[in-house]
């Protein structure tokens, strides 16, 4: 087996990657016209609802990006599929998916060994020094699967 062999993908299904960015979209597009339309006492608020309506529209457009991308496992890490390493299998020190676990939804967090620079990509994964979040518009028998390959591949090394 090659070490660049994609053991497990991970990546947003079609209606859910709609579904998160048509949201996103729709919230921004509607503070902004609220904030053009209504008229307020106070221009900070007509100001603060037109930068928050930007705001999301700018997160819509940031989740369309990273939902295009995907998120592969390789016997000697996870990356995306633009290339971007996010973790090796060698520096997760612990997974955590249980419940209550601070973690993206249909997801996974593992903590690493070392500390790497902070990395959001939204609906897909999110990394915050030595914590990596992994899910959120991915389907769970997708991440679950991943989870499960990562836990094996761990005892492996171990």
Known sequence: ?????ILAVMQASTGRRILGVGCLAVLGALLIWI???????AIGWQVFLILLGAAAVWMADAMRRATAQRVELTRDGLRSSDGEAIVAIGDIETM?????????????????KSKAPARWRPGLW?????RIGLGGVTPGHQSKMMAEMIAALMADRA
């Open 1 to 5: 087996m090659h070490d660049d062999e």
């Open 35 to 41: 904030g053009l339309t209504r008229p307020f006492a």
């Open 96 to 112: 955590d998916r249980g419940l209550f676990a601070f973690k993206p939804s249909n997801g996974f967090l593992l903590k690493a």
């Open 126 to 130: 999110w990394r915050m020094g030595r």
